[in-house]
């Protein structure tokens, strides 16, 4: 069955960093896009980055550009994002996310994606 796990979460000031990983499992990694979410206590999942299958394309929230870069190493099947400036409204669960689709359109969207890991928790003190 298909696995996808995430790591690299914990606990991290202000201003510092984290690189979190998505190891999958069960799949033909190369040919699903991948994207990681985020959900906060109390508020909606929401997209954080996404990217293609071949690693041509990336995507990221507004809120977390500049700051959050995603990337992906077909051989190991596993994506990544690297997490640096971090802000306390950063804390959340962390979830990567795998899509089969042919085409980019609706990246951020939570339902064009087919599996979910169980998350990772980011949590940022101020």
């Known amino acids: 069955q298909v696995q996808l796990v995430e790591s690299g979460g914990g606990l991290v000031q202000a201003g510092g960093s984290l690189r979190l990983s998505c190891a999958a499992s069960g799949l033909t990694f190369s040919a699903y896009a991948m994207g990681w979410f985020r959900q906060a206590p109390g508020k909606e999942r929401e997209f954080v980055a996404a990217i293609t299958r071949g690693a041509d394309s990336t995507y990221h929230a507004d809120s977390v550009k500049g700051r959050f870069t995603i990337s992906r190493d077909n051989a190991k099947n596993t994506v990544y994002l690297q997490m640096n400036s971090l802000k306390p409204e950063d804390t959340a669960v962390y979830y990567c996310?795998?899509?089969?689709?042919?085409?980019?359109?609706?990246?951020?969207?939570?339902?064009?994606?087919?599996?979910w890991g169980q998350g990772t928790q980011v949590t940022v003190s101020s």
């Open positions: 996310a795998a899509r089969f689709r042919p085409d980019n359109n609706y990246m951020g969207s939570t339902s064009t994606y087919n599996y």
